[in-house]
């Protein structure tokens, strides 16, 4: 099962900034924080991930609380493009293990309206 | 640099029938992942492996499937005897490394009649 909790949908104006919360309340030390998003079936991509400090990248911001319990996925200027499901994942990186999957919970259905 | 790359797009087969899909990983890249996403499902992990080695395939079901990542060549996904059950969209994904981030294809979608 995945260990994060999403909103089931959200809503945001184009052009506004959309926020994307993700809990994660049972997270571990060696457990990265990543987000992925789906955009219609298409497969997934991916946009950014961290560990404790907050992360920027050309697509979006990630946030994650001191305690590391709850994060938020920023896209500063959301465009109807970015209408999609998007995964927030909590994954070990373990050089030494073999378990390299990623659990995928049912994510956040955003909607950019114009 | 080319991304994963994934073959057919589409493919359509009949009850009973074998089902091949191929996963090209990036360039670079020596681990391959393979996901299936049930309509109106999640993605849900099957096989994970390096070149010449099932690393883990706990997510693969028993019968029927089985995947494979030769020295040469993609990574083949094998579905035989397709049953209705078996139409989803069958993703891979690659990583240079076990802990670095995954980077997906574009999927094959499996329709069985």
């Known amino acids: 099962d995945a260990k994060t909790t999403q909103p089931t949908s959200m809503d945001c104006a184009e052009g506004r900034a959309a926020n994307l919360p993700c809990n994660h309340s049972?997270?571990?030390?060696?457990?990265?924080v990543y987000w992925y998003r789906q955009i219609h079936s298409q497969g997934p991509q991916y946009i950014i991930h961290g560990l404790k400090n907050n992360e920027t990248n050309e697509m979006a911001s990630l946030i994650i609380t001191e305690d590391r319990k709850s994060s938020t996925l920023i896209l500063p200027h959301a465009t109807l493009r970015d209408t999609a499901v998007y995964y927030c994942?909590?994954?070990?990186?373990?050089?030494?293990?073999?378990?390299?999957?990623?659990?995928f919970g049912k994510g956040t259905k955003l909607s950019v309206k114009p | 640099n080319a991304g994963v790359m994934q073959n057919p797009r589409h493919l359509v087969r009949r009850r009973g029938q074998e089902a091949r899909l191929r996963c090209s990983p990036m360039?670079?890249?020596?681990?391959v992942y393979w996901y299936r996403q049930l309509p109106e499902e999640g993605l849900k992990f099957m096989v994970y492996l390096q070149k010449e080695n099932i690393i883990d395939e706990s997510g693969m079901p028993k019968e029927r499937f089985s995947a494979e990542f030769p020295k040469e060549g993609p990574s083949i996904l094998r579905i035989q005897q397709v049953v209705r059950g078996d139409s989803a969209a069958y993703f891979c994904?690659?990583?240079?490394?076990?802990?670095?981030?995954?980077?997906f294809g574009p999927g094959t979608r499996l329709l069985v009649l």
């Open positions: 994904a690659s990583s240079r490394h076990l802990a670095e981030t995954q980077y």
């Open positions: 049972t997270i571990s030390g060696n457990e990265y």
């Open positions: 360039k670079g890249h020596s681990h």
């Open positions: 994942i909590v994954r070990v990186e373990n050089y030494g293990g073999s378990q390299g999957n990623l659990i």
